[in-house]
């Protein structure tokens, strides 16, 4: 995510480290190549102006010019202009003091909408709600199939109706079907569109007139980059939209939809998608992005999902296992399982400040298929060799190799990994680090 960006931001960076001053010719180039970097990155051009004005203004002042740490300083205003450029803080989807909040998706074709839809409902399930989707889409062949199949994934269900073709109908008969239910959410999955299909985007229009809306969340795939930009100005002009869920963010190496929807628009981001399953929807917080934008990880967003993912009492449990050295490798199976629900180790890791540019400088590379065949292995043991690796033999050691499909030489490595990882994890449960080698 933002990975060109990224790179091209942190080279700037780079060129100002180690000057005790910065003089007024080092800030210009340094704004020339931030410009650059970020029409590379598909930013939309007059968002590209408007935020090199307010960076190259505040970094001509005193803040930097005066300051003993000027590469830091400029880091620092660049970190918040693109935080102010994306919309500051986390806007939430607004509710409906009344019972149910009704949201209607719009977006053009091939966008993810409909899994977006059973994104935004298993979010808020798991917030305590209880949504209902209705399938609007009378256009593509089996849309309303796909939201039935995904609504039966995440146990939400799904108003349909078998062969109807008035969509305005279908949404105002799903809404009083979800009162009669008790729902308080509603999420009305539209037919994806194109912009120049004024047919369409004037039956979205009824549709919306119809059911009244809390909210109308247009759905960008970021991957469109300044092309979104386009697309939310038409959306914006024909229904007034409230908000944005950006998906395939995950995969958006550039970064221009999420820089420059908000300050074109002026609506904000609600949500991205960072992933295919459907709970890859995060809350979009525009402070933390531009941490990720510039290198700096994103803590808070690592926490919340560990937070999410992770019970106290198991963390506790696990805890006393660590520091007593009886953790086993069921246990060290369930901490990985549990890991790798939060979202692929590269995002997870890509949070932490500084690893990307470790890893760019060590050429570390993230092997998920790793972790596949370190799990293969220990499902290939019997419940005794998990909970006591000590008895795993010459003999059982091929057979376990034979059961994963993996070599005895894997094995002999997970195994001497794991007993290292115990006596280490044993002795700092002790407070007693290992000692270092001296020179």
Same mark, same amino acid.
């Given at each position: 995510?933002?990975?060109?960006?990224?790179?091209?931001?942190?080279?700037?960076?780079?060129?100002? @480290?180690?000057?005790?001053k910065l003089t007024e010719?080092?800030?210009?180039?340094?704004?020339?190549?931030?410009?650059?970097?970020?029409?590379?990155?598909?930013?939309?051009?007059?968002?590209?102006?408007?935020?090199?004005?307010?960076?190259?203004?505040?970094?001509?002042?005193? &803040?930097?010019?005066?300051?003993?740490?000027p590469d830091q300083q400029?880091?620092?205003?660049?970190? &918040?202009?693109?935080?102010?450029?994306?919309?500051?803080?986390?806007?939430?989807?607004?509710?409906?003091?009344?019972?149910?909040?009704?949201?209607?998706?719009?977006?053009?074709?091939?966008?993810?909408?409909?899994?977006?839809?059973?994104?935004? *409902?298993?979010?808020?399930?798991?917030?305590?709600?209880?949504?209902?989707?209705?399938?609007?889409?009378?256009?593509?062949?089996?849309?309303?199939?796909?939201?039935?199949?995904?609504?039966?994934?995440?146990?939400?269900?799904?108003?349909?109706?078998?062969?109807?073709?008035?969509?305005?109908?279908?949404?105002?008969? %799903?809404?009083?079907?979800?009162?009669?239910? *008790?729902?308080?959410?509603?999420?009305?999955?539209?037919?994806?569109?194109?912009?120049?299909?004024?047919?369409?985007?004037?039956?979205?229009?009824?549709?919306?007139?119809?059911?009244?809306?809390?909210?109308?969340?247009?759905?960008?795939?970021?991957?469109?980059?300044?092309d979104s930009v386009n697309?939310?100005?038409?959306?914006?002009?024909?229904?007034?939209?409230? $908000?944005?869920?950006?998906?395939?963010?995950? %995969?958006?190496?550039?970064?221009?939809?999420?820089?420059?929807?908000? =300050?074109?628009? $002026?609506?904000?981001?609600?949500?991205?998608?960072?992933?295919? @399953?459907?709970?890859?929807?995060?809350?979009?917080?525009?402070?933390?992005?531009?941490?990720?934008?510039?290198?700096?990880?994103?803590?808070?967003?690592?926490?919340?999902?560990?937070?999410?993912?992770?019970?106290?009492?198991?963390?506790?449990?696990?805890?006393? @296992?660590?520091?007593?050295?009886?953790?086993?490798?069921?246990?060290?199976?369930?901490?990985?399982?549990?890991?790798?629900?939060?979202?692929?180790?590269?995002?997870?890791?890509?949070?932490?400040?500084?690893?990307?540019?470790?890893?760019?400088? @060590?050429?570390?590379?993230?092997?998920?298929?790793?972790?596949?065949?370190?799990?293969?292995?220990?499902?290939?043991?019997?419940?005794?060799?998990?909970?006591?690796?000590?008895?795993?033999?010459?003999?059982?050691?091929?057979?376990? =190799?034979? %059961?994963? %499909?993996?070599?005895?030489?894997?094995?002999?490595?997970?195994?001497?990994?794991?007993?290292?990882?115990?006596?280490?994890?044993?002795?700092?449960?002790?407070? $007693?680090?290992?000692?270092?080698?001296?020179?």
């Amino acid at each position: 995510m933002f990975e060109t960006l990224s790179d091209k931001l942190q080279g700037v960076f780079s060129g100002l @480290k180690g000057r005790g001053k910065l003089t007024e010719a080092d800030i210009d180039k340094a704004m020339r190549a931030i410009r650059l970097s970020l029409l590379e990155a598909d930013v939309s051009l007059p968002v590209v102006k408007q935020l090199t004005k307010a960076i190259s203004e505040r970094a001509h002042g005193s &803040e930097v010019l005066s300051s003993l740490t000027p590469d830091q300083q400029v880091v620092k205003i660049v970190n &918040e202009e693109l935080a102010h450029l994306m919309g500051d803080a986390n806007v939430g989807l607004p509710m409906s003091p009344r019972p149910p909040t009704i949201v209607l998706m719009a977006g053009l074709q091939g966008s993810g909408k409909t899994t977006c839809c059973a994104k935004l *409902a298993r979010y808020f399930q798991n917030q305590g709600r209880a949504p209902m989707m209705i399938a609007c889409d009378v256009h593509r062949p089996a849309a309303a199939d796909q939201l039935a199949v995904l609504g039966e994934q995440i146990g939400v269900p799904v108003y349909r109706e078998q062969g109807g073709d008035d969509a305005v109908g279908i949404a105002s008969r %799903g809404v009083a079907h979800a009162r009669s239910q *008790a729902r308080d959410l509603v999420i009305v999955d539209t037919a994806g569109r194109t912009v120049i299909d004024e047919a369409m985007m004037s039956e979205l229009v009824d549709v919306r007139d119809a059911v009244k809306p809390t909210a109308v969340v247009l759905v960008l795939d970021s991957m469109t980059g300044q092309d979104s930009v386009n697309v939310a100005t038409a959306f914006q002009e024909a229904v007034n939209f409230d $908000g944005v869920v950006l998906t395939k963010l995950d %995969g958006d190496a550039r970064g221009g939809a999420a820089l420059s929807v908000r =300050a074109v628009t $002026g609506r904000p981001i609600f949500f991205v998608g960072m992933g295919e @399953k459907v709970d890859a929807l995060e809350p979009f917080h525009p402070d933390r992005m531009a941490s990720r934008i510039l290198g700096m990880g994103d803590v808070l967003s690592l926490i919340e999902k560990a937070q999410a993912t992770v019970s106290e009492d198991a963390a506790r449990d696990i805890e006393k @296992k660590i520091t007593k050295g009886q953790m086993d490798l069921e246990d060290f199976l369930q901490q990985m399982k549990q890991v790798r629900q939060m979202g692929p180790i590269g995002q997870l890791l890509g949070m932490v400040p500084g690893f990307k540019a470790l890893a760019k400088a @060590k050429d570390v590379q993230v092997d998920e298929g790793q972790l596949d065949r370190i799990e293969a292995i220990i499902h290939s043991m019997t419940p005794h060799e998990r909970r006591r690796p000590d008895v795993i033999n010459g003999s059982r050691r091929k057979r376990i =190799a034979v %059961g994963s %499909g993996t070599s005895v030489q894997e094995v002999n490595q997970l195994l001497s990994q794991f007993q290292q990882m115990r006596k280490l994890m044993k002795r700092i449960g002790k407070g $007693g680090f290992p000692s270092l080698p001296t020179a």
